[in-house]
Each structure stands twice: as structure tokens, then as C-alpha cells.
């Protein structure tokens, strides 16, 4: 996984999210953030066609161990739907990732390491 603060400068490859391409109207509370527990679906990611956002999820491979590879999420662009994750209210299953390898962070604590979220 890469630092949150160099995820922005990433390249964006496919599969990657469809969806809005307008900025974010407000700061989210939370965002998702990958874990190292990502293991890229195979290349078929369960939790990028859940996103509302277009190129927020997106796939980076493995340089070490091609053609495996992982999703990331764009900080900047997140908008805390939760529509990834597979966590619900009470611990109730949703759709999304299969391995609960995202998790919501509170913004405060993302913008330690990003900076400041304008947005």
C-alpha cells in the first residue's frame, strides 16, 4: 500500500471508478482508505463499481509480482459514501469489498498526513 499522501500522483489505471467527475460539495467526515489486506479481486474488484466517483477507486499492480496488484483511493476525491466497504450499522453485511480491506478514517485524521482538505 502506498502512503496517503502519494496516492494523488498515482497513475490511474483500469478498473477504476465511473461515475461524477464534478468536485466533492463538502468535506466528508470519513474516507476510505485501503488496507493491506486489498488483494485486487484478481483483477476484478469487487468494491470499484460501488463507487459513485469517477477515478477515485483505481487499480495499481504489483511491480514486484505482475499481473497481481491492488485498488487505492484518492483522498481528494473520496466522498465518504461508504458504498465500498462491506461494513453496515450493527455489523451487518453490505455489498462492496469481500475482504473488509477498507475502512472509513475519520478526515481529521487523514489530513495529518495529506494536508488540509479544501473543498
Same mark, same amino acid.
Given at each position: 500500500m502506498?502512503?496517503?499522501?502519494? $496516492?494523488?500522483?498515482?497513475? &490511474?489505471l483500469e478498473? &477504476?471508478?465511473e461515475g461524477i467527475e464534478t468536485p466533492r460539495k463538502k468535506k466528508p467526515r470519513a %474516507?476510505? =482508505? %485501503?488496507?493491506?489486506?486489498?488483494t485486487g479481486c484478481a483483477g476484478s474488484p469487487a468494491c #470499484?463499481?460501488?463507487?459513485?466517483?469517477?477515478?477515485? !477507486?483505481?487499480? #495499481?499492480p504489483d511491480e514486484d509480482h505482475?499481473?497481481?496488484?491492488? %485498488?487505492?483511493?484518492d483522498p481528494f476525491l473520496c466522498i465518504g459514501c461508504k458504498k465500498c466497504t462491506s461494513q453496515g450499522p450493527d455489523g451487518?453485511?453490505?455489498?462492496?469489498c469481500p475482504w473488509d480491506a477498507i475502512e !472509513?478514517?475519520? $478526515?481529521?485524521? =487523514?489530513?495529518?498526513?495529506?494536508?488540509? !482538505?479544501s473543498i
Open positions: 502506498y502512503p496517503l499522501d502519494e $496516492i494523488s500522483s498515482l497513475p &490511474k478498473p &477504476k471508478s %474516507i476510505a =482508505v %485501503i488496507t493491506e489486506c486489498c #470499484v463499481p460501488y463507487c459513485p466517483v469517477a477515478d477515485c !477507486m483505481f487499480w #495499481v505482475p499481473p497481481f496488484g491492488h %485498488i487505492e483511493v451487518s453485511f453490505l455489498d462492496g !472509513m478514517e475519520p $478526515i481529521d485524521e =487523514v489530513e495529518v498526513v495529506v494536508g488540509e !482538505m
